[in-house]
């Protein structure tokens, strides 16, 4: 069983930024493939970048590639998303994901509750 506590959202004009973080606690397997995803109003939830926890291999959705860092701290147990040059089409709740598959984009089994993230224009 792991949970996951995000934190870090807001409300952030566009072409600032934000760093969201991700806190796992429980049993945290070397192999767990790390993921955040969103969900806009009226939208489905869409991946958006993944990380794994043994050795760090990254992957990005097109939407946010050279704009959102994804990374890990095992020793903090904990994932972060720096999100730079926000627009306002990033609006979202932000969700941690892990667990169940190893493959980059899947939906793992544990979830976050999420946390909002606005950009204005």
């Known amino acids: 069983q792991v949970q996951l506590l995000e934190s870090g959202g807001g409300l952030q004009q566009a072409g600032e930024a934000l760093r969201l973080s991700c806190r796992a606690s429980?049993?945290?397997?070397?192999?767990?493939?790390f993921r955040w995803f969103r969900q806009a109003p009226g939208k489905e939830r869409e991946f958006v970048a993944s990380?794994?926890?043994?050795?760090?291999?990254?992957n990005y959705a097109d939407s946010v590639k050279g704009r959102f860092t994804i990374s890990r701290d095992k020793t903090k147990t904990t994932m972060y998303l720096q999100m730079d040059s926000l627009k306002p089409e990033d609006t979202a709740v932000y969700y941690c994901?892990?667990?169940?598959?190893?493959?980059?984009?899947?939906?793992?089994?544990?979830w976050g509750q999420g946390t909002q993230v606005t950009v204005s224009s």
């Open positions: 994901n892990t667990g169940g598959s190893f493959i980059a984009a899947a939906r793992g089994i544990y």
């Open positions: 990380i794994t926890w043994n050795g760090g291999s990254t």
């Open positions: 429980g049993v945290i397997f070397d192999t767990y493939v």
